[in-house]
């Protein structure tokens, strides 16, 4: 078991055991950028046979998708806002950067006189965290979930015995137990593509560089270039998410720039590692049980008398 | 672009890092809007007056590039004295026939040009619609494609006011004729507010000259439209007159339909045009190959040599067979005898003159306007084969299709045998795509096809074969066309699939001793050479397939000229001597890219010139030369028979000289630019599955507009039965404003039924601000906004948007327009009859009705 519960964790793949590994890869998914084609969310589920998840209309905008699940492992949100009254949400929480909702932004969706007010139209892929402290991993009974030597988290469904436990455990909501089939599935940043140095499938597919791929170090970098350039374009509501490590769960390997609260897209906005206290919840199990031994070994003794 | 062409959106998200401005005008706000600086949402099919609104900006505040737009383009020719403007006849051009709803466009021509015999000679009859079609031989094809790619003939040298004072010059006719386009008819018309039009006017026109250029794509938003070849020409106006034509970063990008629209152009599959734009020949005018080529062969330009592009055809048709005694065959090439285009076809099969149909690669029950017609006339053939990847709409109309619903069709009595042919996809089959920037990349085969299915190249091959087997030792004239064909294509896999590069190397041609040719210019008029395609010529040049070629762009210039081959001369932007100035240096630094190198006496830069290679910037041609030798110094426009870009077009075009703004056939409202409320030249379709709504309608006060979504793929074959894409947009649902909702009492999730006179379809309602409510003075339009992916068959089905469309046609191209008027209400549609029913209740209160048969 890994040694380390939560906080910052520079070596996340040697934490866990590995020796001589390789640096820490991950997604930066920048959805500036982000047109909503789902190219990515098509190239996952043809890659790693992830079947068909229903077929019904949602009325969520374009996202018919809805959630990351056992079967969609990769989740494109779709948000529709009006702009020009507020142009972004304020849910009156702690964030980066000055709160919303002062001058229209300019350029799409602009409020004009001929019209109602403008829109605008937020898309954003969601994926797996692989976070560097992963619940789902700490709480698997028979070792099915693991830490890879690239720091990633996978699930390996020949081992998985459908137990569930690390479902509730997920702060994001993403790993989930396959209807019909009662395995736990999730991203597995393509581990068998990336061990032979490809580009896992759905940043392959991305057009437009949406979805980056590579060193977690090098993309934490990039993305705050990306960020400084977009806060000079006068972008204020542009974020990073998941980019720090010390959040709640010690930084996520798959990272996001956002353009708005992490509410907006479905996001929790502080996760926690769901085991961060297991450690001293054992150590006062364990102080708990000692007691109870005493209490015991104290009977007897007592009864001797 | 981004909604329809994602992949090809990259390259505009790679221009916004390095600081491009992006401008998205569209009536939606689309996945490409979310990324543009700039979104300008304006009713649909007002494009000209949009367009023709940044024209009247340009010329009115001087912002043209005056340099380029007098020594390149036709702006300073001089236009005969009995032309008219539509300022002048209240909205029509002289030459108006009522009576024929036909353009005379004699009176077009610039100053004394002589009546051209050859364009007499190519425009004797007069464009008809489908419905004059059972007098074939009086009629004409399409004329502006029956020109060919060098465009039609005139006067080579037109007299010429290179101050741009005369009165008559086209520079001065464009001022007055855009003169009404200001931004306040712009508004009234387009629904878009000056302020916003202002903004796209001042972008465009900083970010165009010496320094910069600015690039246009589209795609069917502006093709798809009763006035569809007059707005690409409007936008073509512009990009002149900025001067972004010919150089790096500028230009007209039409970004087509499936992966190899443009190569099925380039090597057509349609009615009225040979491979290479060379023009079909007509069965009255062009008896024999000398009646053909003499049009063509005296003028100037490169499609001067359009003699040697035929014959090389011929001989790469008939090989041996063809010889100078016998015309080189000329006389085995099929003729016209009238309009043959999609929905001619479909009437003559609603008619009976038509009993046979192959549909391959296409789903006209689902992708094709007025769906009742296409079934009508599918349900009336005698055969019909359809070759699909999957079982498409098409090949079952005639049990599941929306007439056996409604009773109008039983199918006991539809005699049409159907043979459905499993296809082949692409990763099954080896060959070329051609994209959009005339770019051929090679495609390898990567897996056999799985069962029956087989490429369309064995296809055509083994139809040809057992034809020809048929035929064999027959001694009827008729026969000899097929058995004189060279068709010995080699075969090669478990398949004996026909060598897809044995191919290729016969389009790109060889010459009297059999070796790969390199260059069109090559080509001979003796029948020495054989060229399947001539502007393919080249592809295959060092016998190597060209095609195949994937040097990275890293390992290569910016231009990137190992990628793939472009067409004509792997040459990557058309017209490229206008890159340079008059006296062959570059425009400006930042913009250098072919210029005139006095030392080596040619001109040299990042890509091929397109251009003579050695004429100098200053030479003047000998007076009465023709072909490429009549090309000047300065005149980049090598395929225009004058070398200059038209601003003008004195003839070629059936409705007008200029663009000028028509509504669309139908419409909610009044035409506020002109008299004429529609094209006049327009085609009508006169069948009785085909009624107009009536313009300003009160039962029908919407404008709907059909579209694609990202996750399907045109009429759905290739989608809508795949699990993945399926699920992303599982159900045909109908896009509408907050304010239409309210309007019509439209929940959000729930169902609403379409209705125009042709049929009512439902979908379910998504109620967003996304689709903008427009103000046009006083009054409010609204938009229906229809994706048109869906139909009865695969995973997730639907009413196709089709079924609503109705026909009318643009005169020089025969397409129709994508946007029409309906109505909108909530709930479900009737089943069965009861749908025929609500129909025929709209019909009657709008007095909508089919076009009048003599109306053609």
Known sequence: ?305 | MAECHPVGFQWVMEAKRKGATIIHVDPRFTRTSVVADLHVPLRAGTDIAFLGGLVHHVLENDLDFREYVVHYTNAAAIVGEDFRDTEDLDGLFSGYDPEKQQYDPTSWQYENAPQSPAAGERDPGQPAGPAASQEPEEHESARSEQTGSGGPTVQAKPERDETLQHPRCVFQILKRHFARYTPQLVAEVCGVPEEDFLRVAKALTENSGRERTSAFCYAVGWTHHSTGVQIIRTASILQTLLGNIGRPGGGILALRGHASIQGSTDIPTLFNILPGYIPMPHAAQHRSLEEFVAEDAGSTGFWGNMDAYTVSLLKAWWGDSATADNEFRFDYLPRLTGHHGTYDTVVNQIEGRSPGYLVVGENPAVGSANGKMQRLGLANLEWLVVRDLTMIETATFWKDGPEIESGELRTEDIGTEVFFLPAASHVEKKGSFTNTQRMLQWRHQAVQPPGDARSDLQFYFELGRRIRAKLAGSTDEMDRPLLDLTWDYPTEGPLDEPDAEAVLREINGWDDSGDALSSYTQLATDGSTACGCWIYCGVYADETNQAARRTPHWEQSLVAPEWGWVWPANRRILYNRASADPDGKPWSERKKYVWWDAEQEKWVGEDVPDFVADRAPDHVPEEGATGPDALGGRDPFIMQTDGKAWLYVPTGLADGPLPTFYEPVESPVRNAAHRPQRNPALEDVAEPANPINPTESRVFPYVFTSYRLTEHHTAGGMSRTLPYLSELQPEMFVEVSPRLAEERGLEHAGWATIVTSRSAIEARVMVTARMRSLRLGEQWVEHVGLPYHWGANGLVTGDSVNDLVGIALDPNVHIQDKVGTCDIRPGRRPRGPALLDLVEDYRRRSGAHPAEEDDA
């Not at chain 1, 390789?22 to 997604?27: K, S």
């Not at chain 1, 997920?170 to 990336?194: E, S, W």
């Not at chain 1, 206290?277 to 000692?290: E, F, I, P, T």
């Not at chain 1, 070994?297 to 009864?303: E, L, T």
Request: glycine residues 14%.
């Open chain 1, 1 to 305: 078991m890994s040694s380390s519960l939560s906080g910052p964790l520079h070596d996340v793949a040697g934490d866990a055991g590995h020796e001589d590994h390789p640096p820490r890869m991950g997604f930066f998914t920048d959805t500036s950028v982000c047109i909503g084609c789902k190219a990515c969310e098509v190239a996952c589920k043809e890659w790693n046979l992830v079947p068909e998840d229903g077929l019904s209309l949602s009325g969520m905008s374009y996202d018919n998708t809805q959630a990351l699940g056992a079967s969609t492992w990769r989740h494109v949100a779709f948000v529709e806002q009006p702009t020009g009254r507020a142009s972004r949400t304020d849910l009156g929480m702690p964030g980066i950067g000055p709160p919303g909702g002062a001058e229209p932004p300019a350029g799409p969706g602009q409020e004009t006189d001929s019209g109602e007010g403008g829109v605008r139209w937020l898309m954003s892929s969601d994926v797996c965290k692989h976070c560097t402290h992963a619940a789902c991993l700490d709480v698997c009974p028979t070792g099915s979930l693991f830490r890879t030597e690239f720091g990633t988290v996978v699930v390996q469904e020949d081992i998985c015995n459908g137990c569930g436990y690390c479902v509730p455990a997920c702060p994001y909501g993403v790993i989930d137990i396959r209807p019909g089939d009662g395995r736990a599935f999730k991203c597995t940043l393509c581990y068998d593509r990336i061990g032979e140095g490809m580009t896992p499938a759905c940043a392959q597919a991305c057009p437009t560089e949406s979805i980056q791929y590579g060193e977690l170090d090098e993309l934490r970098e990039r993305a705050g270039r990306r960020l400084g350039e977009l806060q000079e374009q006068g972008v204020d509501g542009a974020r990073l998410y998941g980019a720090d490590p010390d959040d709640g769960v010690g930084g996520d390997g798959a990272f996001f720039l956002l353009l708005d609260e992490p509410e907006v897209y479905g996001l929790p906005p502080d996760p926690v590692v769901t085991t961060r206290d297991l450690g001293s919840m054992w150590r006062h199990v364990g102080a708990a049980a000692l007691g109870l031994v005493g209490v015991g070994v104290a009977s007897f003794i007592g009864r001797r008398r």
